[in-house]
T-cell receptor, first 117, second 114 residues
């Protein structure tokens, strides 16, 4: 089946530093990847939609200069949290859409726990 | 705009009893409906989906859901709950009117007790 991985699974960084999270589709090509953010005991909130080879589309209220998204290949998208602050601490989940499958199929990664101290 | 409502923050059920987790939706066009389960500090695992066809959809781990167009509902059910079913369940919808976005409900914590 379609597998999406994320790296790292958890990361702790100091306030003011930047951290990069990778999202990979392991056995399929993903023209579109999605980045979500989840606060404790809350739902997933879509941050941005990433299309291979083009700029990401950010949801209203998400700072594009703070959350840099790069989708340079059909199997890799990265989310960089720049100048991280404690309020950026959250669970970040990516999902990927299989280029060769129906448009409604989305496969989710295991998530990355970010803690900013 | 599309939306999903999961009216119950938590559902408690005894092991062996049937369970229902409720979901209603609002979307333009025909809906694509999904149920996902999330265990602590893990990503989402797909349970089942409704795209078209039979209103009763069967999914993983003995779960099923019934699409009811008139009531705009897609409740998740299981005839006999297991303690291992205890987790956070999300309903999600995507409209066929355009766009790729999935909209999630707020989640329902299912607790199955012995």
């Amino acid at each position: 089946g379609a597998v999406v991985s994320q790296h790292p699974s958890w990361v702790i960084c100091k306030s003011g530093t930047s951290v990069k999270i990778e999202c990979r589709s392991l056995d399929f090509q993903a023209t579109t990847m999605f980045w979500y953010r989840q606060f404790p005991k809350q739902s997933l909130m879509l941050m941005a939609t990433s299309n291979e080879g083009s700029k990401a589309t950010y949801e209203q209220g998400v700072e594009k200069d703070k959350f840099l998204i790069n989708h340079a290949s059909l199997t890799l998208s990265t989310l960089t949290v720049t100048s991280a602050h404690p309020e950026d601490s959250s669970f970040y989940i990516c999902s990927a859409r299989d280029h060769g499958a129906a448009s409604y199929e989305q496969y989710f990664g295991p998530g990355t726990r970010l803690t900013v101290t | 705009a599309q939306s999903v409502a999961q009216p119950e923050d938590q559902v408690n059920v005894a092991e062996g009893n049937p369970l229902t987790v409720k979901c209603t939706y609002s979307v333009s066009g025909n809906p694509y409906l999904f149920w996902y389960v999330q265990y602590p500090n893990r990503g989402l695992q797909f349970l089942l989906k409704y795209i078209t066809g039979d209103n009763l959809v069967k999914g993983s781990y003995g779960f099923e859901a019934e699409f009811n167009k008139s009531q705009t509902s897609f409740h998740l059910k299981k005839p006999s709950a297991l303690v291992s079913d205890s987790a956070l369940y999300f309903c999600a919808v995507r409209g066929t009117g355009g766009g790729n976005k999935l909209t999630f409900g707020t989640g329902t914590q299912l607790k199955v007790e012995l």
